[in-house]
């Protein structure tokens, strides 16, 4: 059972938009910033956005991160192909000391 | 370039010792936490620990303390994973991961992983 919650999946249609929720508490996401994470199938995790809502170079603008309270969400426009894979949402837990994942989100574009 | 190189994939028996590595280059080796991420077949990541090589400050996560040894060596900006005896519950992808702090608390930069694979 992971500290922070997110749908197991979602999906949408090519062109469309998804969002990928993670709750968690007043103790990891109400008190520290969010990171999100790219895996493509068969290959390592990388960051896509940080600090709740900073993309790196190389993130599309179609990426972006929010966060309200104890929930952050991943949103995706423009959804492609290309898109498919998991996503898992990270924060520090200041009560448990521990950096902690999201149980991770597979994406699935129809 | 700035990358992190992870050793390659490892087949071990139950109760065997085993030693993973991440090559560090194009960073401060010293000055930089490493961190260790799991991940079980088809499932999700999970933290293991991090260490900070210029002081060997190591925390590890909750579910992995006492079961790992995590260590680096600053000769040669590697940082490794190391069981004493392993489980096939071991078996999965390590990944080796740069963690930024100490505002955000983000893996910025991750090694392709190290599968690891333990059978009788």
């Known amino acids: 059972q992971s500290v922070l919650t997110q749908p197991p999946s979602v999906s949408a249609a090519p062109g469309q938009k998804v969002t990928i929720s993670c709750s968690g508490t007043?103790?990891?996401?109400?008190?520290?910033?969010v990171s999100w994470y790219q895996q493509l199938p068969g290959t390592a995790p990388k960051l896509l956005i940080y600090e709740d809502d900073k993309r790196p170079s190389g993130t599309p603008h179609r990426f972006s991160g929010s966060k309200s309270g104890t929930s952050a969400t991943l949103t995706i426009t423009g959804l492609q192909t290309g898109d498919e894979a998991d996503y898992y949402c990270?924060?520090?837990?200041?009560?448990?000391?521990?950096?902690?994942f999201g149980g991770g989100t597979t994406l699935t574009v129809l | 370039e700035v990358q992190l190189v992870q050793s390659g994939a490892e087949v071990k028996k139950p109760g065997e010792s085993l030693k993973i590595s991440c090559q560090t280059s194009g960073f401060n080796f010293n000055t930089s936490w490493i961190g260790w991420v799991r991940q079980l077949p088809g499932k999700g990541l999970e933290w293991m620990g991090i260490i900070y090589p210029g002081d060997s400050d190591i925390r590890y996560g909750p579910s992995f303390q006492g079961r790992v040894t995590i260590s680096a060596d600053t000769s040669v900006n590697t940082a490794s994973l190391r069981w004493a005896s392993l489980q096939a519950s071991d078996t999965g992808m390590y990944y080796c991961?740069?963690?930024?702090?100490?505002?955000?608390?983000?893996?910025?930069?991750w090694g392709r992983g190290t599968l690891v694979t333990v059978s009788s």
């Open positions: 990270v924060t520090l837990d200041t009560s448990l000391s521990a950096v902690v």
């Open positions: 007043s103790s990891n996401i109400g008190d520290n910033y």
């Open positions: 991961a740069r963690l930024i702090t100490p505002l955000g608390w983000y893996f910025d930069l």
